[in-house]
């Protein structure tokens, strides 16, 4: 699914390391990956003259667990549930949908990581009708793509 988006909201705490410092079962110092993922992607205060588009995949992250659950059977649900046996396949095909719009040479952009850019998703999706949970059975992964506005000549 691709929505065009009329507003995107910006929030420090998704890029200073307020969010990726908060504690989660087996990392108590939160995210591993911070501070390189934020240091490694720009920041969002930096793109103006932007249309902005949420590119949106669906996965059944119960449905998955469940099959993983059936071939081990001694997974606990967490264990079946963990990011490094689905993520990666879904941000792959997310990053292809979202590059087959994205045309770089125009000045087109792609955040494949939008939180780090500082990007609120939750608060972004929100207003235009789509609602995250955390822990969801159903995850929605979201990359934005930024089309460049031409400037009008007179």
């Not at 699914?1 to 507003?7: A, E, H, K, R």
């Not at 099959?67 to 879904?90: D, F, M, T």
């Not at 792609?110 to 998703?121: F, H, Q, Y």
Request: hydrophobic content about 35%.
């Amino acid at each position: 699914m691709i929505i065009p988006l009329s507003t995107v909201i910006y929030d420090e705490r998704a890029r200073d390391g307020t969010w990726c410092m908060a504690p989660y079962p087996n990392h108590p110092k939160g995210c591993p990956n911070f501070p390189e993922c934020c240091e490694s992607r720009p920041d969002f205060k930096e793109f103006e003259g932007y249309d902005w588009f949420a590119v949106i995949a669906d996965f059944d992250l119960k449905a998955h667990a469940e099959k993983l659950k059936e071939k081990h059977p001694g997974w606990s649900e967490r264990q079946a549930r963990c990011v490094l046996y689905w993520q990666n396949s879904i941000r792959k095909k997310l990053r292809e949908k979202a590059q087959g719009i994205t045309y770089p040479l125009m000045g087109d952009i792609l955040l494949d990581i939008p939180e780090a850019c500082g990007v609120n998703l939750f608060a972004t999706m929100a207003k235009h009708g789509i609602y995250l949970k955390t822990n969801p059975d159903l995850v929605k992964k979201i990359m934005l793509v930024g089309k460049f506005r031409k400037e009008e000549s007179a």
